[in-house]
T-cell receptor, first 112, second 113 residues
Framework: DAGITQSPRHKVTETGTPVTLRCHQT?????MYWYRQDPGHGLRLIHY???????DKGEVSDGYSVSRSKTEDFLLTLESATSSQTSVYFC???????????FGSGTRLTVV | AQSVTQLGSHVSVSEGALVLLRCNYS??????LFWYVQYPNQGLQLLLK??????LVKGINGFEAEFKKSETSFHLTKPSAHMSDAAEYFC???????????FGTGTSLTVIP
């Protein structure tokens, strides 16, 4: 009963191919986020969502798009993967207010 | 804009010694502050949070942090390090006017037996 799951956990893909990562929550939280984690950079926000069909860009959104057609699912798409997008991707959810984030277990993506 | 600075990307302490991980934030309004811990190959777990109640906040695993507005700091401490504390620690800030979190670049804690 993790409340938030990411799939796949690991993926290797070739440069130029599209890739979609999925974040699924069972908490009915309004807010969902995609981060990437790279050594020396901490976590950087890619995109976030305040509700169904309500999304916005974070600080490193170039090359990424998102969709949220249902409260429980937040999809991150790399339209044409590049080697610079090799990273660990984390999804996070929050109920807002003083609540912290709950993080998924991450997706390790390697673009070769 | 919000930002978080974690001083020291790597900290080593002996088992049983004091742990001190530093975090300074910049915020024009009183923030919410958080510490997260990440064990190898895992996601981030919430250690503790400050939300404008008591300035000294106690978290899990014996950690605590003190909010000092005059110093814009939220340093994480633990009186006695345990081997199981070896992990990466992230400080994060969020203002009460938005729902985005801003993370520091992390501090990797090594505990020496």
């Amino acid at each position: 009963d993790a409340g938030i799951t990411q799939s796949p956990r690991h993926k290797v893909t070739e440069t130029g191919t599209p890739v979609t990562l999925r974040c699924h929550q069972t908490e009915n939280h309004r807010y969902m986020y995609w981060y990437r984690q790279d050594p020396g950079h901490g976590l950087r926000l890619i995109h976030y969502s305040y509700g169904v069909k309500d999304t916005d860009k974070g600080e490193v959104s170039d090359g990424y798009s998102v969709s949220r057609s249902k409260t429980e699912d937040f999809l991150l798409t790399l339209e044409s993967a590049t080697s610079s997008q090799t990273s660990v991707y984390f999804c996070a959810i929050t109920a807002g207010g003083g609540w912290g984030y709950t993080f998924g277990s991450g997706t390790r993506l390697t673009v070769v | 804009a919000q930002s978080v600075t974690q001083l020291g990307s790597h900290v080593s302490v002996s088992e049983g010694a004091l742990v001190l991980l530093r975090c300074n934030y910049s915020s024009s309004v009183p923030p919410y502050l958080f510490w997260y811990v990440q064990y190898p190959n895992q996601g981030l777990q919430l250690l503790l949070k400050y939300t404008s109640a008591a300035t000294l906040v106690k978290g899990i695993n014996g950690f605590e942090a003190e909010f000092k507005k005059s110093e814009t700091s939220f340093h994480l401490t633990k009186p006695s390090a345990h081997m199981s504390d070896a992990a990466e620690y992230f400080c994060a800030v969020r203002t009460n006017t938005g729902n985005q979190f801003y993370f520091g670049t992390g501090t990797s804690l090594t505990v020496i037996p």
